[in-house]
């Protein structure tokens, strides 16, 4: 079964282990999860209240906006 994920983060979170740092992607875009590979930055200017999905090309499409009916998410 299929499942759409929504991720609100717009940037990774940094996990120390010993000196060294790794970069955790939380926006869900990332190639290499669990590693973040920069794609985050094509969240940079989403509104607040909206929702996107992204092509596998990192196109993006607005699907849901605040008031909205949220079926209107399965259906995109």
Known sequence: MARMIIHEAKGPVELRVGNESKWICKC???????YCDGSHKKTAD??????????????RKEVWQEGSNRKAIASA
């Open 28 to 34: 869900g875009l990332s190639k290499n999860t669990p």
């Open 46 to 59: 989403e509104p607040e209240g909206k929702v996107f999905k992204y092509a596998e090309d990192g196109t």
